[in-house]
């Protein structure tokens, strides 16, 4: 046999050895993806609708419902679309105990989707999600396939070596050795400073291909992948809010949001006498969210929208709208100290210091983790005069989060079926001026959102300047 031929053959088993790699580390890569949560408020009803994780396509769909007190029973009706194509369909029955329902859908590739949820009395929720595929970078690839093709070249120069005449036939599969582990080594040294591809769903829009292969149209760049801010106008119809999201350079809708804090919008409406509505719009459209506002008061609410954006980072936009409604004003909170509210005794202390330490005390610990967190501190102030007009125009509008405590091993976190937190719940904030603030706590018991409201007197000393 002739050097060339030798170098063809040498070849063509290196090209099978990487190919053969490739194979067995896709089979062997660890499964991609996590549940989804993503709260709604879809009518009169507050949900919590939760995507399970799918590893391998095709494959079920779970889709979890969670419902709250005061929840009306009815049906869903669900459907998954991709490429705007529905695929499946499934009903979910709606009970009048609080808990979580469940609908099983099916997916058939990965890719962006969309999961649509209706009430039948209005127009559907839609819920933009990814369901991931398992990648095989390029350097596990070459990792795996040198060595594989290592191991042959291995048993050819021990075959030759055995059966060829002149032993020196067997150098030349053992150079392949040699180039092959090269290769492999390389791969892995360099798999800790090789940049991942952008990422489709956080950086990129996805596409179907690009969440198949991201690595086949990834380019080392100078990119800067984030968004300009978003623009907020807030129309008030027929008992419910109407919300439109633009791009604060083009004008066009805003269709490209992501799940913070396990929802798509977190809307925070402060009525004129001071109550607050903790709402989740749903998505009826590109850049178009709806949301129902229940009994309102007649005036001026407070609006704002925390959200974030694809490549634009969390944004907080701010605005008014003028409500007509018959509902009695709120009365005005009282300070720190025991209350009950909705039937559930609660202790408030505020501890002044630089931060400053908020903590309400609960009857048991039973607390359940709501919108991925232990509880939720909205302050804003300092004002005087009406809550919906002095929180509008307030210097500090703050949204904080009490953690909920970390298990080694668990990699999720916990959705609402975990009822094992408190008593304690507890913040720290740092107050930037002296003042009046209006401050509202919220934690999540027998699938019940209590709402702690309360007024604080922040002196000169306590504040951070």
Do not use: C
Request: aromatic share 6%; no cysteine.
């Amino acid at each position: 046999m002739g050097s060339k031929p030798k170098a063809v053959l040498l070849m063509l088993l290196a090209t099978l050895g990487i190919l053969a790699g490739g194979g067995t580390a896709h089979a062997d890569g660890a499964p991609g993806g996590a549940d989804i949560q993503v709260a709604q408020t879809l009518g009169a009803r507050e949900l919590t609708v939760i995507i399970r994780r799918v590893d391998t396509t095709p494959s079920p769909l779970r889709v979890d419902v969670v419902t709250h007190q005061g929840s009306a029973p009815g049906t869903l009706h669900l459907a998954v679309a991709a490429d705007g194509v529905p695929s499946s369909r499934a009903d979910v029955v709606l009970g009048a105990t609080p808990g979580v329902y469940a609908g099983n859908l099916q997916v058939g590739k990965p890719g962006p989707w969309v999961l649509s949820l209706s009430d039948g009395a209005g127009p559907p929720a839609t819920i933009p999600f990814i369901v991931p595929a398992r990648v095989v970078p390029p350097w596990e690839k070459a990792t795996y396939g040198g060595f594989v093709a290592a191991g042959a070249f291995l048993l050819i120069a021990l075959i030759v070596g055995a059966w060829a005449r002149r032993t020196a036939y067997a150098l030349i599969p053992g150079a392949g050795v040699v180039a092959a582990i090269a290769v492999a080594v390389t791969g892995a040294l360099l798999s800790a400073s090789t940049p991942p591809p952008p990422a489709p769903g956080s950086q990129l829009d996805p596409t179907f291909d690009n969440v198949t292969d991201p690595y086949a149209n990834a380019r080392l760049s100078t990119v800067d992948y984030s968004r300009p801010p978003v623009n907020l106008a807030v129309e008030a119809g027929r008992g419910e809010l109407e919300l439109r999201l633009t791009d604060g350079a083009t004008g066009r809708p805003v269709d490209d949001l992501l799940v913070h804090d396990n929802a798509l919008v977190h809307l925070v409406l402060v009525s004129p006498s001071g109550r607050l509505s903790h709402l989740h719009p749903v998505r009826v459209g590109p850049g178009g969210y709806r949301v129902r506002l229940a009994d309102p008061e007649a005036g001026t609410y407070a609006v704002a929208a925390e959200l974030a954006r694809r490549g634009g980072g969390v944004q907080l936009v701010r605005s008014t709208v003028d409500v007509h409604g018959t509902a009695a004003p709120a009365p005005e909170p009282p300070g720190p100290g025991p209350r009950t509210v909705d039937g559930t005794p609660v202790e408030l202390t505020v501890t002044p210091g630089t931060p400053a330490t908020v903590t309400a005390r609960f009857p048991a610990q039973d607390l359940q983790p709501w919108l991925g967190m232990l509880g939720h501190l909205i302050i804003t102030g300092p004002f005087t005069g009406a809550a919906g007009e002095g929180a509008a125009k307030a210097p500090t509008w703050a949204h904080v989060h009490a953690m909920v405590p970390p298990v080694a091993g668990q990699l999720d976190r916990p959705d609402e079926t975990v009822a094992a937190y408190g008593p304690d719940v507890s913040f720290t904030y740092t107050f930037a001026e002296p003042g009046r603030y209006r401050i509202w706590l919220q934690a999540e018991r027998g699938y019940h959102v209590l709402t702690v409201p309360a007024v604080v007197d922040i002196p000169a000393t306590g504040a951070g300047r």
